[in-house]
């Protein structure tokens, strides 16, 4: 087995058998639990707020405990009794309801805050009431009422011309931008994620002072790729097993109401094709620089504890792309910003692929903007592994720029000879 593979296999074990991995490993399932245990509590799934309705005019008592039966427990009260109750604590509080000329209105009187969903629940409950109330006044049916509130109608249609003639867009926007914002998301938490480890992968080695020994035995740029592609089997070994655990899921999660109404509504085939593969490409070339610059900067450092400080520029150039595509690109792709950066390397995958969901480029800026990323990965790549004999064998505590500096006199030395 060739010194490389030799390498990679060593920070790959090294990496999948830790805790840290399998953790993070779980991380996404552990919060998909806990969002549907707050979103089951949230909605009121755990437990009921025990309410007491305060008024004189019985009908609209029934009235508001036929709507409001299943968000609350309910319960009628005078006004007294609810004030004793929630003295007591029997009650969660107590909703007083008085009705003057058509004009209803109700005061929630409570110790504690109940919450704005529940308000929010209140609120639309009294106002369709009073809706009801006042068009039944002024002799209004509700199909009358109906036919007078229906707004405009407006559609949006996408279309591409073809010899001369308007032919609809079949393409799903939506989907695409969906895909899209998850794709910007992932490109932001594996730079973070998976950058880090890199830079502390070559930083810890450097730490300890053996990396004249492993240099000895193995060139620089030999180490260097290793590292990497061993740290990008790691990720890729992570996405594997979540790819295993949604083709199992997958005819359980058809079944379910919420995915089932979405299919409904969509066409998967719209994802497939060169959509698919521009995204893919623009996902690998993405984090495959910032996985080489956070291998750069990791080589910098002196020891383990100025990893995060090193790998700021990392942090920083992803966070600008992650801002711009989720925040300019998503609602205006066609934005000076989002245009200019689509091209720019470190920054064009967060911000090509928002553009090419929704069709705002053509097939010639993608090629020159997947060119200009791919020649600017290559080009750091083949620097990075350039510098990083010098880099690993340079102990300074002046900062990574003042071992930026010194690594590139050496280099210069080096080539002099």
């Known amino acids: ?33 806990f969002i549907y245990v707050v979103g089951y509590f949230a909605s009121g799934g755990f437990d009921q707020d025990n309410l007491a309705l305060v008024s ?27 004030s004793q109750a ?58 009358q009422l109906q036919e007078v509130s229906q707004g405009a109608d407006f559609s949006y249609e996408r279309v591409n011309f073809e010899n001369g003639q308007e032919v609809a867009d079949e393409s799903n926007e939506e989907l695409q931008y969906g895909v899209s914002f998850v794709l910007v998301i992932l490109i932001f938490i594996v730079v973070l994620t998976y950058g880090s ?27 260097f790729y290793g590292k990497i592609v061993g740290v990008i089997l790691v990720a890729l070994t992570q996405f594997v097993l ?31 094709g060169t959509y698919l593969i521009y995204d893919v490409l623009f996902f690998f070339l993405g984090v495959l620089i910032y996985c080489v610059l956070a291998a750069l900067c990791g080589s910098l450092v002196s020891k383990t504890e100025d990893v995060a400080k090193a790998i700021i ?52 800026e993608i090629i020159l903007s997947l060119g200009i990323l791919g020649i600017a990965t290559v080009g750091l790549m083949l620097f990075s592994a350039q510098m990083y004999k010098g880099n690993v064998l340079i102990y300074s505590e002046g900062g990574i720029f003042k071992s930026l500096k010194q690594s590139l006199k050496l280099l210069k030395k080096q080539k002099a000879h």
């Not at 009431?129 to 209004?140: D, F, V």
Request: avoid cysteine; proline fraction near 3%; charge should be negative.
């Open 313 to 364: 520029p990392v942090t920083y150039l992803s966070l600008a792309g992650y801002l711009i595509g989720i925040s300019i690109g998503t609602s205006n792709p066609q934005n000076i910003i989002v245009k200019i950066t689509s091209f720019i390397p470190f920054l064009s995958s967060f911000t090509m692929p928002i553009r090419i969901a929704s069709n705002t480029v053509g097939f010639g």
């Open 197 to 223: 480890i890199i830079a502390q992968e070559i930083a810890s080695e450097k730490g300890t002072r053996i990396m004249e020994v492993i240099l000895s035995s193995t060139t620089a740029q030999t180490h």
């Open 1 to 33: 087995m060739s010194k490389f593979w030799i390498i990679v296999k060593d920070v790959y074990q090294k990496n999948v058998k830790t805790f840290s991995f399998w953790l993070m490993l779980l991380v996404p399932f552990l919060m998909i639990g």
């Open 242 to 272: 979540y790819g295993i655990v949604a083709v199992a899921a997958w005819p359980f999660l058809k079944k379910q109401e919420i995915v089932a109404s979405f299919l409904e509504n969509i066409d998967l085939s719209h994802l497939l």
């Open 86 to 143: 929630l003295e007591k604590e029997k009650i969660d509080g107590y909703l007083i309801l008085e009705k003057k000329d058509e004009t209803l209105s109700g005061k929630l009187i409570s110790t504690t805050s109940l919450g704005s969903t529940s308000q929010s629940s209140i609120q639309q409950v009294l106002n369709a009431i009073s809706q009801e109330e006042k068009m039944n006044a002024i002799g209004l049916t509700p199909e």
């Open 56 to 82: 004189k005019d019985t009908a609209l008592v029934e009235k508001v405990k036929s709507d409001l039966k299943d968000d609350f427990s309910l319960e009628e009260m005078t006004q007294k009794e609810a």
